[in-house]
């Protein structure tokens, strides 16, 4: 009976002999350390090292990309949003609360917005193509 089990399961039945009495500890750890090939290949594909990513690093002297309009009219919605709400201390409530304002403006309230970011806007592709004119 020892036997049978020995070979059909190599790594599991080493406690079981222990308790049973058949084996020793010393013939548990060969017994387990004896697993056939194709379990020894499984595992070894499975300890396979995890590929890491490799990012490259920023450069500090590229300029940052401009905040969108929806960005700008947040910036000016927190302010007024917490002085008329200073007891709520959620990120999430004044966020969706100006997600919900920016979609009920109409084109002529968003202008002003939509101006100082293409304002902005140009001024980074300005920056960025004499940025890219040094790199190359």
Same mark, same amino acid.
């Given at each position: 009976m020892s036997n049978y089990w020995s070979r059909s399961f190599p790594r599991s039945n080493s406690s079981f002999l222990l308790r049973s009495g058949y084996a020793s500890k010393s013939s548990t750890r060969s017994i387990a350390s004896s697993a056939p090939s194709s379990m %020894?290949? +499984?595992?070894? *594909?499975? @300890? +396979?090292?995890? &590929?890491?990513?490799? !990012? $490259?690093?920023?450069?500090?002297? %590229?300029?940052?990309?401009?905040?969108?309009?929806?960005?700008?009219?947040? *910036? *000016?919605?927190?302010?007024?949003?917490? *002085?008329?709400?200073?007891?709520?201390?959620? !990120?999430? !409530? !004044?966020?969706k609360t100006g997600g919900d304002k920016w979609k009920i403006l109409?084109?002529? &309230?968003?202008?002003?917005?939509? @101006? &100082? $970011?293409?304002?902005?806007?140009s001024e980074y592709n300005s920056k960025m193509n004499a940025y890219n004119k040094k790199q190359s």
């Amino acid at each position: 009976m020892s036997n049978y089990w020995s070979r059909s399961f190599p790594r599991s039945n080493s406690s079981f002999l222990l308790r049973s009495g058949y084996a020793s500890k010393s013939s548990t750890r060969s017994i387990a350390s004896s697993a056939p090939s194709s379990m %020894k290949k +499984k595992a070894a *594909e499975k @300890a +396979k090292p995890a &590929k890491r990513s490799q !990012v $490259a690093a920023k450069d500090p002297n %590229k300029p940052m990309r401009p905040p969108s309009a929806f960005f700008d009219f947040m *910036e *000016e919605f927190r302010k007024t949003f917490k *002085e008329k709400n200073y007891n709520n201390k959620s !990120v999430y !409530v !004044v966020g969706k609360t100006g997600g919900d304002k920016w979609k009920i403006l109409s084109e002529a &309230k968003k202008a002003p917005n939509v @101006a &100082k $970011a293409n304002k902005i806007k140009s001024e980074y592709n300005s920056k960025m193509n004499a940025y890219n004119k040094k790199q190359s």
